[in-house]
Nanobody, 124 residues
C-alpha cells in the first residue's frame, strides 16, 4: 500500500515556473514506477510524465517535453515535477501516481495508487 500526497501547486504567470512534490508513505516506494497526470475542468485526466523505479528512465507527453522534468529521490520517498515556461494551457489539477509495473508507465489504468491532486493555475 502506498499513500501519496502532492504539494507545491499554486498560481503563476505564463512563462513562470513551479516545482511539484509528491510525498509517499511506506518502505516500498522504490519498487514503484511513478507518474504525473493532470486534469483540466471538463477534460479527461491525461498523462504528463513517468519515471522508472531507479529514476534511470523518463518519458514525457509531447505537450510538456523540454519544459517539464520529472525526478525522484528514493531515499526520501519523494517524487518531483519541475515545470518551466508554463503556459495557460498547463492549468489543471496535477496528480502523482504509483504503478507496480516495471519501467516507465504511460497508461492511466496501469497505475495502482493516486494522490489527491494539487491545483496549478497559469494566467496569461
Amino acid at each position: 500500500q502506498v499513500q501519496l500526497v502532492e504539494s507545491g501547486g499554486g498560481s503563476v504567470q505564463a512563462g513562470g515556473s513551479l516545482r511539484l512534490s509528491c510525498a509517499a508513505s511506506g518502505r516500498t516506494f522504490r519498487s514503484y514506477a511513478m507518474g504525473w497526470f493532470r486534469q483540466a475542468p471538463g477534460s479527461e485526466r491525461e498523462f504528463v510524465a513517468s519515471i522508472s523505479q531507479s529514476g534511470g528512465s523518463t518519458y514525457y507527453a509531447d505537450s510538456v517535453k523540454g519544459r517539464f522534468s520529472i525526478s525522484r529521490d528514493n531515499a526520501k520517498n519523494a517524487l518531483y515535477l519541475r515545470m518551466n515556461s508554463l503556459k495557460p494551457e498547463d492549468t489543471a489539477v496535477y496528480y502523482c501516481a504509483a504503478s507496480a509495473m516495471v519501467g516507465v508507465v504511460v497508461v492511466k489504468r496501469d497505475y495502482n495508487y493516486w494522490g489527491q491532486g494539487t491545483q496549478v493555475t497559469v494566467s496569461s
